[in-house]
């Protein structure tokens, strides 16, 4: 295995992760992060070793959710109730762990270009200029797309305090 490849097999559980944000399915967010890692080894020639590799794969990651959700909204059909998945029947037992799924519940209602800047800040930690960059985007749309997607959050679920991750500050 070369170095290359070697930096990328790190990366997978933050690839995974930033997946699992944007798409909220485990098992779409499994296929998201191979098809990045199979064309991010298809492309590996182009990445510039100076730059990070954990910027590179975000940037391949993210075009690619991208690409799919809008091959997802060309072929998206309607469910019928027999079709829906069913939902699970006991609530959980511990507060912190339904407070997480309220916060994850309301990122999914995000546009997908809010709930990816959030998810490489607040989530994932990385500075705003690399989030611009990984989004290509200039800094001030991602500054303007988080701050849209906190206020969101905010008015989708009021009864949630004030977290750290709608509070964070680069």
């Known amino acids: 295995m070369d170095d290359v490849k070697w930096l990328m097999a790190r990366e997978i559980p933050r690839l995974r992760r930033y997946a699992l944000a944007l798409i909220n399915d485990p098992e779409q967010a499994d296929d ?70 309220d916060i994850a519940e309301a990122m999914a209602r995000l546009p997908a270009e809010q709930r990816a800047a959030l998810a490489l800040t607040a989530i994932e930690g990385l500075a705003y200029d690399e989030a611009a ?9 991602l500054r303007s797309r988080l701050a849209r997607a906190r206020d969101t959050l905010r008015t989708l679920h009021e009864p949630l305090p004030q977290s750290a991750v709608l509070r964070r500050v680069k």
């Open 32 to 101: 998201l992060v191979q098809d990045c890692l199979e064309r991010a080894i298809r492309k590996r020639h182009q990445w510039r070793r100076h730059g990070s590799i954990r910027s590179w794969l975000y940037r391949i990651l993210y075009s690619v959710f991208v690409n799919q959700s809008a091959r997802r909204n060309r072929d998206r059909r309607t469910l019928t109730l027999e079709q829906s998945p069913a939902l699970p029947s006991a609530p959980a037992a511990q507060e912190h762990r339904l407070a997480c799924h």
């Open 133 to 141: 960059g990984v989004l290509g985007i200039p800094i001030g749309t």
